[in-house]
């Protein structure tokens, strides 16, 4: 869905950088969702934040990642001290309204490549 | 969010319908039945939600059954673009709602 931007859509860090991705919802929408996806497997929850607020972190490893949608600008999807590990398709959803009938739209992701 | 049951695979003939069943049989009275497909690590596509009463798009049609414990998503006329794995989630309208993807099934349509 065009209407959620990520970028980069490659990304390629050394052990040990810092990785920021970044996601752009859908005009209109104020909450934004983190997945991840390893290679060969599903979509895993990360993250679920409003506007200045992180809602559900339940799916954050405890360190290393952090999120963060402010008042302006996009979301910011932070993984510091990168390992081979957090090599994956980061995937950014956004939303109109919390707990609405209308569904979460994807964005095409940020492929993270760790070297 | 209760979970689904969905076949691993599948394949049809392309110009044909295809059917995809998904079992919800512990879904409560709030929970919508959400399709989503993802096309080759692209990201996943919204494709048609309903709560009991059968819905149909551009995309396809959604039959859910009137105890509402299984759906079935229907491609009308499949294409070589339709190709992919298709989730079936269960979600209820609350705070604090989100997708939680399972394995989905892998639609495979053949020439």
């Known amino acids: 869905n065009a209407g959620v931007m990520q970028n980069p859509r490659h990304l390629v860090r050394r052990r040990g950088q810092e990785a920021r991705l970044r996601c752009s919802p859908m005009?209109?929408?104020?909450?934004v969702y983190w997945y991840r996806q390893l290679p060969e497997e599903g979509l895993k929850f990360m993250v679920y934040?409003?506007?200045?607020?992180?809602?559900?972190e339940s799916g954050m490893p405890k360190e290393r990642f952090s999120a963060e949608f402010p008042k302006e600008g996009p979301s910011i999807l932070r993984i510091q001290q990168v390992v081979r590990g957090d090599s994956a398709a980061y995937f950014c959803?956004?939303?109109?309204?919390?707990?609405?009938?209308?569904?979460?739209?994807f964005g095409q992701g940020t492929r993270l490549t760790v070297v | 969010d209760a979970k689904t049951t969905q076949p691993t695979s599948m394949d049809c003939a392309e110009g044909r319908a295809a059917n995809l069943p998904c079992n919800h049989s512990?879904?409560?009275?709030?929970?919508?039945v959400y399709w989503y497909r993802q096309i080759h690590s692209q990201g996943p596509q919204y494709i048609i939600h309903?709560?009991?009463n059968n819905e149909t798009n551009e995309m396809a049609s959604l039959i859910i059954t009137e105890d509402r414990k299984s759906s079935t998503l229907i491609l009308p006329h499949a294409t070589l673009r339709d190709t992919a794995v298709y989730y079936c989630?269960?979600?209820?309208?609350?705070?604090?709602?989100?997708?939680?993807f399972g394995k989905g099934i892998t639609l495979s349509v053949r020439p």
């Open positions: 934040l409003q506007k200045e607020n992180i809602i559900d």
């Open positions: 309903g709560l009991k």
């Open positions: 512990t879904i409560s009275g709030n929970e919508y």
């Open positions: 959803a956004s939303s109109f309204e919390q707990g609405g009938t209308l569904g979460a739209f």
């Open positions: 005009k209109g929408h104020s909450h």
């Open positions: 989630i269960v979600r209820f309208t609350g705070a604090n709602s989100k997708l939680t």
